[in-house]
T-cell receptor, first 114, second 111 residues
Framework: KAGVTQTPRYLIKTRGQQVTLSCSPISGHRSVSWYQQTPGQGLQFLFEYFSETQRNKGNFPGRFSGRQFSNSRSEMNVSTLELGDSALYLC?????????????FGPGTRLTVL | DAKTTQPPSMDCAEGRAANLPCNHSTISGNEYVYWYRQIHSQGPQYIIHGLKNNETNEMASLIITEDRKSSTLILPHATLRDTAVYYCIVRVGHNDYKLSFGAGTTVTVRA
C-alpha cells in the first residue's frame, strides 16, 4: 500500500508570494492533517480535514488555509509569505482521525521563503 | 490535553534495549498514549499506542503504569537506525484530531 505523498518536496518562494502544497493520503484514509515544523517552534498542528470539512484548527493566522477534495486529497495554501513561514510542512493521514487511529506522515515539503 | 514530560536526550548501546520514559501525570481515563519518532529530516513515524494495557508490536513495547501517570517505550534491540527524536503524546478522548508534539527525547544509539 502506498504511503502518504506530498508534492512538491522542495519549494523556494519570495516574501509576499503565495504557495500551494499538496497531500495525497493513504488509500482509504479520510482524515488529513497538516503540521508545520520549524527549529524554534517544533511540530505544530495547522488543521485537520475529514470528508471535505475542517474539524480542527491550530493557532495560525488566516494566511494559512486548506481544503480537502472528495477523493480525500488535500491542499494547503499560504498567502503573503513571510520569512518566518520557512519550514517543513508535513501532512498526515488517518482512517478517521479519531484518537484510536494512528496517523501516518508523509515526507514533507521543505518551503524556503527568501 | 494532558502534558507529557520526557528527558531531552539519552544514549543507548547498539544491540541493547532502550527504555524511554514519559511522565503524563494529568492524564485522564479516556486519553491514549502515543509514541512517534522522527529520523532527521523525515516525517514522524508512528511506533505504538495504548490506553491501559501494555502493548507490543514489531517495533517496540509500550508499558503503561497501573495509575497511567507514566509509560515506558522499549526498543528491545536498538540499532544505529533507531537514532531519532522520540515523541510521547497524549490524545484526549473526544473531538481531538490532532497530535500535540512536545520537544521529545533525542536518542542516540552508539556502536
Amino acid at each position: 500500500k502506498a504511503g502518504v505523498t506530498q508534492t512538491p518536496r522542495y519549494l523556494i518562494k519570495t516574501r509576499g508570494q503565495q504557495v500551494t502544497l499538496s497531500c495525497s493520503p493513504i488509500s482509504g484514509h479520510r482524515s488529513v492533517s497538516w503540521y508545520q515544523q520549524t527549529p524554534g517552534q517544533g511540530l505544530q498542528f495547522l488543521f485537520e480535514y475529514f470528508s471535505e470539512t475542517q474539524r480542527n484548527k491550530g493557532n495560525f493566522p488566516g494566511r494559512f488555509s486548506g481544503r480537502q477534495f472528495s477523493n480525500s486529497r488535500s491542499e494547503m495554501n499560504v498567502s503573503t509569505l513571510e520569512l518566518g513561514d520557512s519550514a517543513l510542512y508535513l501532512c498526515a493521514s488517518s482512517l478517521t482521525g479519531e484518537i484510536y487511529n494512528e496517523q501516518f506522515f508523509g515526507p514533507g515539503t521543505r518551503l524556503t521563503v527568501l | 490535553d494532558a502534558k507529557t514530560t520526557q528527558p531531552p536526550s539519552m544514549d543507548c548501546a547498539e544491540g541493547r534495549a532502550a527504555n524511554l520514559p514519559c511522565n503524563h501525570s494529568t492524564i485522564s481515563g479516556n486519553e491514549y498514549v502515543y509514541w512517534y519518532r522522527q529520523i532527521h529530516s523525515q516525517g514522524p513515524q508512528y511506533i505504538i499506542h495504548g490506553l491501559k494495557n501494555n502493548e507490543t508490536n514489531e517495533m517496540a513495547s509500550l508499558i503503561i503504569t497501573e495509575d497511567r501517570k507514566s509509560s515506558t517505550l522499549i526498543l528491545p534491540h536498538a540499532t544505529l537506525r533507531d537514532t531519532a527524536v522520540y515523541y510521547c503524546i497524549v490524545r484526549v478522548g473526544h473531538n481531538d484530531y490532532k497530535l500535540s508534539f512536545g520537544a521529545g527525547t533525542t536518542v542516540t544509539v552508539r556502536a
